[in-house]
T-cell receptor, first 115, second 109 residues
């Protein structure tokens, strides 16, 4: 158990809909990262937040957005869903403090199925 | 992004040694991580290299050559439970992380 929690574990929805995925980082971690992993593909970095502010952006679609709240939990919002958005969505957290390795610890993931 | 390359799949025998290679673009390099991922599960951290050389951690070791943009993960005394995907991840600049597509390792009896 990495200490990172994600809800829900599974989500099934229809095209055109909007969903919200939630992540709680490990205690003490200030950074949260979101990744998408489609079948037979590697982890695609979407976005990173540090202490409530957006820090880095990867291959995140305009239909997707995220935020990190004062209690450091984060939400990833996916809208106008398409079949191709079906994937495992992972959240990871790290301390990201000076002198640390920034090792990311991953949550169990949310499996999104768009029908 | 950043062309992180690793072999797609490898097969090895229980008890043997296997080396999984990873190459990357050197510009902006700021650290390399290896993760293990069993199918349908979250990646778990194995090792971290930021300086040249070998880092040993039990049956697993990781090597880095920054000038060559090259790393490898060495797994010794292979066990069946080591069958998994091994992901090479590179940190570029301050905080941009890129993962390779992963190497699926099959350990056979």
């Amino acid at each position: 158990d990495s200490g990172v929690t994600q809800t829900p574990k599974h989500l099934i929805t229809a095209t055109g809909q909007r969903v919200t995925l939630r992540c709680s980082p490990r205690s003490g971690d200030l950074s949260v990262y979101w990744y998408q992993q489609s079948l037979d593909q590697g982890l695609q970095f979407l976005i990173q937040y540090y202490n409530g502010e957006e820090r880095a952006k990867g291959n995140i679609l305009e239909r997707f957005s995220a935020q990190q709240f004062p209690d450091l939990h984060s939400e990833l919002n996916l809208s106008s869903l398409e079949l191709g958005d079906s994937a495992l969505y992972f959240c990871a957290s790290s301390v990201e403090a000076s002198g640390t390795t920034d090792t990311q610890y991953f949550g169990p993931g949310t499996r999104l199925t768009v029908l | 992004g950043q062309n992180i390359d690793q072999p797609t799949e490898m097969t090895a025998t229980e008890g043997a040694i296997v080396q999984i290679n990873c190459t990357y673009q050197t510009s902006g390099f700021n650290g390399l991580f290896w993760y293990q991922q069993h199918a349908g599960e979250a990646p778990t951290f194995l090792s971290y290299n930021v300086l040249d050389g070998l880092e040993e951690k039990g049956r697993f070791s990781s090597f880095l050559s920054r000038s060559k943009g090259y790393s490898y993960l060495l797994l010794k005394e292979l066990q069946m439970k080591d069958s998994a995907s091994y992901l090479c991840a590179v940190k570029f600049d301050f905080n941009k992380f890129y993962f390779g597509s992963g190497t699926k390792l099959n350990v056979k009896p």
